[in-house]
């Protein structure tokens, strides 16, 4: 049983570009939240999808913005990226009325 | 806004020692969840407690939730080597966000 999934492992953009991160849950699960981990910090919830629409949003500016496909899987996309976005991205899935979360590997993005 | 604090911040233990890694909150949550995360490494879950004086335990590690459920503990018994890691509090409402702690890197010594 494949777990959560993301795509692509390392990432390096140029300030002001735009990026896609994508993520695959765990089979079985239909929500997928996006977390952003700053090096020496807890991840910070993004926003969450479920039934392709985001249900909750933390504390981040309308540059990032995302979407959920049909089949549960889900993208973040950043615009205009700053260097303060360099971070490891991390998507989570579960079910929508679950308490646990599990996690991909991440995505570490660097914005030079 | 919902905030976790961990303590300690950083622990360096020779192998055998135990130890104890202390989440606090000023607010209740539904449920607290533990991960371990390797550096460059998604966090990868632990335990998971929901009611409040609740006790798990998983081999060596005992984790534990506060009567009001604002706090918990997570104990390592006689540490080895491959514990090492990051360890991650969060707490979190059914099919909501997860709060993280900032965590506690743990460094067992051989």
């Known amino acids: 049983d494949a777990g959560v999934t993301q795509s692509p492992t390392h990432l390096i953009k140029t300030r002001g570009q735009q990026v896609t991160l994508r993520c695959s849950p765990k089979?079985?699960?239909?929500?997928v939240s996006w977390y952003q981990q700053a090096l020496g910090q807890g991840p910070q919830f993004i926003f969450q999808?479920?039934?392709?629409?985001?249900?909750q949003r933390g504390n981040f500016p309308d540059r990032f913005s995302g979407h959920q496909f049909p089949n549960y899987s889900s993208e973040l996309n950043v615009n205009a990226l700053l260097l303060g976005d360099s971070a490891l991205y991390l998507c989570?899935?579960?079910?929508?009325?679950?308490?646990?979360?599990?996690f991909g590997p991440g995505t570490r993005l660097t914005v030079t | 806004t919902q905030l976790l604090e961990q303590s300690p911040q950083f622990l360096s233990i020779q192998e055998g020692e135990n130890l104890t890694v202390y989440c606090n909150s000023s607010?209740?949550?539904?449920?607290l969840q533990w991960y371990r995360q390797e550096p460059g490494e998604g966090p990868v879950l632990l335990v998971t407690?929901?009611?409040?004086?609740e006790v798990k335990k998983l081999k060596r590690l005992t984790f534990q939730f506060g009567d009001a459920r604002k706090d918990s503990s997570l104990h390592i018994t006689a540490a080895q080597t491959g514990d090492t890691g990051l360890y991650l509090c969060?707490?979190?409402?059914?099919?909501?966000?997860?709060?993280f702690g900032a965590g506690t890197i743990l460094r067992v010594k051989s």
């Open positions: 989570a899935s579960s079910g929508y009325r679950d308490y646990e979360q599990y």
């Open positions: 089979s079985g699960h239909d929500t």
């Open positions: 999808y479920y039934e392709e629409e985001e249900r």
């Open positions: 607010s209740v949550f539904s449920s």
């Open positions: 407690v929901v009611t409040g004086g």
């Open positions: 969060a707490g979190g409402e059914y099919g909501n966000k997860l709060v």
